[in-house]
């Protein structure tokens, strides 16, 4: 390969893009240059030839000694942290900081700073560095300076040092049903699962079997107009949720409907819809209960509903109408808002705003909508927690977003554009991934005070008692991967893990919520201790946690991690009887995802299986030969045997199923996220089959087992 222009490298270094990365066998891989080229683009930075580089380069140097303050300054708290001031040298600089609650801090200490001055336009421009005060409280504050008569102001963030576990768990640990909750629907839904489904199923797995919590899908919005993308990890906006989850009897307004009949019809035929089609067909299912839940909108509201409702516009401001705009422009012009008219492309322009009022109606409904989830959702985690769970409903926080959809639209100014989000070659997943979805650009972030960042996890948390974020990886380091390339020709750019991963603690303090990081894959080793450091609990899946010191075995229970979450299977594998059965490795060989031959594969995951029978065995959780429900069975138990702070059992592997929900690598080749839960002879099991399943209750008891105290 030819050597890389030092240019190149020294801009691609000061943007965060990695000119060389080790990979997943540890060797050594150096980017190419067309891809360090399109990644700058990326960033608003040109770098084709040696006059772009240099003449970035210079800009970089202006840019930053022409700002009077950082955009965002990062702090935690209980910690003393240092910032620079640029001023014309030899001026006098003095600096207040304005508290979230509208109080003021003087006297912050100067300290000392010998670097040259910079010539800028003709003037000398100096460098003063002053110390923020060790004690100031956690929150989003307001840093100002006054320098040389200029006023300047910088977003102040200071975070907790570190998330404490909740004091509900009483300093033990807790066990969660995971779920997706739209494989699982019930007699009463309106054909895929909803909030009242989800629920049920917390109310059940705690108080019947002593569960914590429920961990749940992303249940982030899709596109209004058909094809709904089946994908909770692709949605149109993270920041707003899917009313298909709805469960339209369940909005007060529905008991004011002056034909409720009609309305119980349109369920009766969307459930007929589901059980005649093998796979969840979301379009069906909206599309009827989008016309029942129209007409629940149209009636008319009592004083407290409007009051409530308008406080709620309120508070979710300007995102909410952004939002609920892209929807009615959807509905209208398709789902990718690359192809509508060229002035709706931009939230602020004039024709957006024309529209809106023009479509009011239209804008309104979808704001209502999300109304209607705010207080659903608010019941599921009241409800769940009145159950007897110590956490609640867990969700999960997915990467990103469709490139066309609401919030690459409304945040276009924040993400970039021309790459995509992905993940380098893994052990699993050997040709790479490109998840098809505009990363955030870490210098936009930075100057908007990470405000679409901070939004985004207040959302998260907001009807939660914890969170799962996917690919916590991603918040600091992302594959970038240019539009066109394939997944193995991108490269790592780095965010500020210390602003991202303090505004995760920030946000979880005040919830009360447990954060839990996905952090599999190609992960850097210092980067799990930073995790435990700040209290973020990481994610264990059996399959994974192998002994690399000792050949790849398995992984001794004691060694397991104890601040984590651990499973035996995630929604990227079959459930565990699918995968004792090699069904991992039957779809890979069909679709032609495998780069060694199926036989090697196969050989290779006989051999890990054996050994975690035999360390089974060994702990004397089987016998010497066990049904495949014994296993699954021993392997929930097995992880009663680490110290984990948070077990998980899967609603697939408690009812028997085979079917795996997603097939990374693939989109429409599989059936992603379109599978319903069935039993173990392949028929769709319902929410009330889960509860009168002898298999799912002796699972869940397995599981209150493990983290109930023997002295009890």
Same mark, same amino acid.
């Given at each position: 390969?030819?050597?890389?222009a030092?240019?190149?490298?020294e801009?691609?270094?000061?943007h965060?893009v990695a000119a060389t990365?080790h990979?997943w066998t540890?060797?050594?891989r ?10 700058l683009?990326?960033l ?5 030839t !040696?006059?772009d580089? /240099?003449?970035?380069?210079?800009t ?10 950082p955009?965002?300054? $990062? ?6 942290t ?5 001023v014309?040298h030899g001026?006098h600089v003095?600096g ?6 509208g109080t003021?801090r003087?006297?912050?200490?100067q300290?000392e700073?010998?670097?040259p001055p910079y ?9 003063a ?13 307001r ?12 977003a ?16 033990g ?6 779920t997706?909750?739209y494989?699982?629907r019930?007699d009463?839904s309106w054909?895929?699962g909803?909030?009242t489904?989800?629920?049920d ?7 019947q079997?002593?569960?914590g919590f429920?961990?749940?899908n ?6 209004p107009?058909a094809?709904m %993308? ?5 949605p149109t906006s ?7 989850y709805?469960r339209?009897e369940?909005?007060?307004?529905f008991?004011?409907?002056?034909d409720?009949?009609?309305?119980r019809?349109?369920r009766?035929?969307a459930?007929a819809?589901?059980?005649k089609?093998?796979l969840?067909?979301?379009?069906? $299912?909206?599309? +009827? ?11 008319k509201?009592s004083?407290?509903r409007?009051?409530?409702?308008a406080?709620?516009?309120t508070? %979710?401001?300007?995102?909410l ?13 398709g789902?990718?808002?690359h ?7 931009h939230?602020?322009s %004039?024709?957006?705003?024309a ?14 909508? /999300?109304w209607?989830?705010d207080?659903?959702?608010?019941a599921?985690?009241a ?10 409903v ?13 919030d ?26 490109d998840w098809s979805?505009?990363p955030?650009?870490?210098d936009?972030? +930075?100057e908007?005070g990470? !405000?679409?960042f ?8 907001r009807h939660?008692?914890g969170?799962r974020?996917d690919?916590?990886?991603g918040l600091?380091?992302l ?6 390339a ?14 991202? +991963?303090?505004?995760?603690a ?9 954060v839990?990081? %996905? ?6 080793p210092w ?13 264990s899946i059996?399959?994974?946690e192998?002994?690399r010191d000792?050949?790849?075995?398995p ?6 991690? !104890?601040y ?6 995630t929604?990227?594998l ?5 995968y004792?059965?090699g ?9 032609g995802l495998l780069?060694r031959?199926?036989?090697?594969e196969l ?5 890990e299986q ?5 360390t089974?065995?060994?702990?004397e ?5 066990p049904s495949v429900e ?9 992880l ?7 077990l998980?059992?899967a609603l ?8 795996t929900?997603?097939?990374p690598g693939?989109?429409d ?13 392949g028929?769709?099991m319902?929410?009330e089959?889960?509860?009168a399943?002898p ?8 599981m209150?087992?493990? $983290?109930?105290?023997?002295? !009890?």
């Amino acid at each position: 390969m030819t050597e890389l222009a030092a240019s190149l490298v020294e801009l691609a270094r000061r943007h965060g893009v990695a000119a060389t990365y080790h990979d997943w066998t540890g060797g050594h891989r150096v980017v190419s240059e067309s891809t360090l080229v399109a990644v700058l683009a990326a960033l608003g930075v040109a770098a084709a030839t !040696e006059d772009d580089r /240099q003449a970035a380069l210079l800009t970089l140097d202006r840019d930053h000694w022409r700002r009077t303050l950082p955009h965002t300054v $990062v702090a935690r708290s209980g910690r003393a942290t240092p910032f620079w001031v640029h001023v014309t040298h030899g001026q006098h600089v003095g600096g207040w900081i304005r508290l979230e609650d509208g109080t003021v801090r003087t006297g912050l200490r100067q300290l000392e700073n010998n670097r040259p001055p910079y010539e800028l336009d003709g003037r000398l421009i100096g460098e003063a560095t002053f110390e923020l005060p060790a004690d100031l409280p956690v929150g989003y504050h307001r840093l100002h300076v006054d320098a040389g008569g200029v006023d300047a102001a910088a977003a102040l963030i200071v975070t907790p040092d570190g998330i404490r576990l909740p004091t509900a768990l009483g300093g033990g640990r807790t066990w969660g049903l995971s779920t997706q909750l739209y494989s699982v629907r019930s007699d009463k839904s309106w054909g895929m699962g909803d909030q009242t489904d989800l629920t049920d199923l917390a109310v059940w797995s705690s108080a019947q079997h002593g569960a914590g919590f429920i961990l749940v899908n992303p249940l982030h919005a899709a596109a209004p107009a058909a094809p709904m %993308e089946p994908s909770p990890y692709l949605p149109t906006s993270r920041r707003f949720v899917n009313p298909i989850y709805l469960r339209v009897e369940a909005v007060p307004e529905f008991a004011y409907v002056a034909d409720r009949g009609e309305l119980r019809k349109a369920r009766s035929v969307a459930q007929a819809r589901a059980k005649k089609s093998k796979l969840i067909d979301r379009d069906s $299912v909206w599309k +009827i209960k989008r016309a029942a839940l129209k007409a629940v909108y149209r009636v008319k509201r009592s004083a407290g509903r409007e009051l409530a409702y308008a406080a709620y516009r309120t508070r %979710e401001g300007v995102s909410l109408d952004h939002f609920a705009t892209w929807c009615a422009l959807a509905e209208k012009y398709g789902n990718d808002w690359h192809q509508w008219p060229e002035d709706l492309r931009h939230p602020a322009s %004039e024709a957006v705003a024309a529209f809106a009022a023009k479509r009011a109606d239209a804008v309104d409904f979808h704001r209502w909508l /999300q109304w209607q989830l705010d207080d659903q959702l608010t019941a599921a985690q009241a409800t769940a927690i009145q159950s007897g769970m110590a956490l609640g409903v867990m969700h999960d926080l997915a990467v990103g977003v469709d490139p066309n959809g609401a919030d690459a639209w409304a945040l276009q100014d924040v993400l970039a554009l021309g790459v995509s989000a992905g993940a380098p070659p893994d052990e699993f997943n050997q040709l790479g991934q490109d998840w098809s979805q505009p990363p955030w650009r870490p210098d936009q972030l +930075i100057e908007q005070g990470y !405000e679409p960042f901070r939004a985004l996890v207040n959302a998260a948390l907001r009807h939660a008692g914890g969170v799962r974020i996917d690919h916590v990886i991603g918040l600091f380091r992302l594959w970038w991967i240019p539009n066109g390339a394939a997944p193995t020709e991108g490269t790592y750019v780095r965010y500020d893990h210390e602003a991202m +991963i303090g505004i995760v603690a920030l946000e979880a303090q005040r919830a009360g919520a447990v954060v839990v990081g %996905e952090d599999l894959g190609t992960v850097e080793p210092w980067v799990r201790d930073y995790l435990r450091e700040r209290g973020v609990l990481g994610t264990s899946i059996l399959w994974f946690e192998l002994d690399r010191d000792a050949g790849g075995g398995p992984l001794p229970a004691r060694r397991w991690r !104890e601040y984590c979450l651990s499973s035996v299977t995630t929604h990227d594998l079959p459930p565990t009887a699918g995968y004792l059965a090699g069904e991992h490795v039957r779809i890979r060989d069909e679709l032609g995802l495998l780069t060694r031959p199926a036989s090697e594969e196969l050989a290779h995951d006989r051999a890990e299986q054996q050994a975690w029978l035999a360390t089974l065995r060994d702990a004397e959780l089987i016998g010497e030969d066990p049904s495949v429900e014994q296993v699954v069975a021993a392997l929930y138990a097995y992880l009663g045997r680490t110290p984990s702070r948070l077990l998980a059992l899967a609603l697939p592997d408690a009812v028997g199923d085979v079917r795996t929900q997603n097939q990374p690598g693939t989109t429409d080749e599989y059936p992603n996220w379109r599978v319903k839960l069935a039993g173990p002879d392949g028929r769709e099991m319902l929410v009330e089959d889960v509860f009168a399943d002898p298999r799912a209750a002796a699972l869940a008891e397995v599981m209150r087992t493990q $983290v109930t105290p023997a002295a !009890e």
